[in-house]
């Protein structure tokens, strides 16, 4: 099956910064790939995805970038703000298994 | 529009009691619908998912159990709880058939003692 490898674990930032983080994907057959927000004792919450036909995707501050040969994708956060803490997961949905299936989870810290 | 609901948003309960939580689907029909567990710290872990009433799938062999009784109603249940049942659990649903996007209720904080 699918699986999802995600770095960093943690990672800190100063307000302003940018941040990024990485997954890798083993199912070749993978073809969605989003990105989940979860605040502190809420809900995981979608704020971008790339389907595989698809390099780049931007939405203002966030970027997500799509390396389909070396199956891997990223996820990037330009001028970050306090309120960009939070937890991100990767995931990544195989259409074999028709399923997603997440990363371990990046907890982000924008110190002000 | 589609909308989750998810109860209860925290619940204390003793080891040995039994568990009943709910997720009801609004706005839509025939989803998936799946349970993810959420221990402190941790990622998200994949409990049951259920394409339709009656059909319930495990991931994780474990003293939880899934119920589908309606078509946007999924029950997640257990008979005696045990202190490693502690987490944040997540009901989720997905449009039929494309299984990609996946919607998250609010959670339910379940801690046993």
């Known amino acids: 099956g699918e699986n999802v490898e995600q770095h960093p674990s943690t990672l800190s930032v100063q307000e302003g910064d940018s941040a990024v983080i990485k997954c890798t994907y083993s199912d070749s057959a993978s073809n969605y790939f989003p990105w989940y927000k979860q605040e502190l004792g809420k809900r995981p919450q979608l704020i971008i995805d790339?389907?595989?036909?698809?390099g780049e995707k931007k939405d203002q501050r966030i970027a997500v970038t799509l390396n389909k040969t070396a199956k891997h994708f990223s996820l990037h956060i330009t001028e970050t703000q306090p309120e960009d803490s939070a937890v991100y997961f990767c995931?990544?949905?195989?259409?074999?298994?028709?399923?997603?299936?997440f990363g371990s989870g990046t907890q982000l810290t924008v110190l002000p | 529009s589609q909308t989750i609901h998810q109860w209860p948003a925290t619940l204390v309960q003793p080891v040995g009691s039994p568990l009943s939580l709910e997720c009801t689907v609004e706005?839509?029909?025939?989803?998936?619908l799946y349970w993810y567990r959420q221990a402190a710290g941790r990622g998200l872990q994949l409990l049951f998912y259920s394409v339709g009433i009656g059909q319930i799938s495990s991931e994780v062999p474990q003293n939880l159990s899934a119920s589908r009784p309606q078509d946007r109603q999924f029950i997640l249940s257990s008979k005696k709880l045990l202190l490693s049942d502690s987490g944040f659990y997540l009901c989720?649903?997905?449009?039929?058939?494309?299984?990609?996007?996946?919607?998250f209720g609010s959670g339910t904080q379940l801690s046993v003692l």
């Open positions: 989720a649903w997905s449009v039929q058939g494309t299984n990609e996007k996946l919607f």
């Open positions: 706005g839509t029909s025939n989803p998936n």
């Open positions: 995931a990544a949905f195989s259409g074999s298994a028709r399923q997603l299936t």
């Open positions: 790339i389907r595989s036909n698809v």
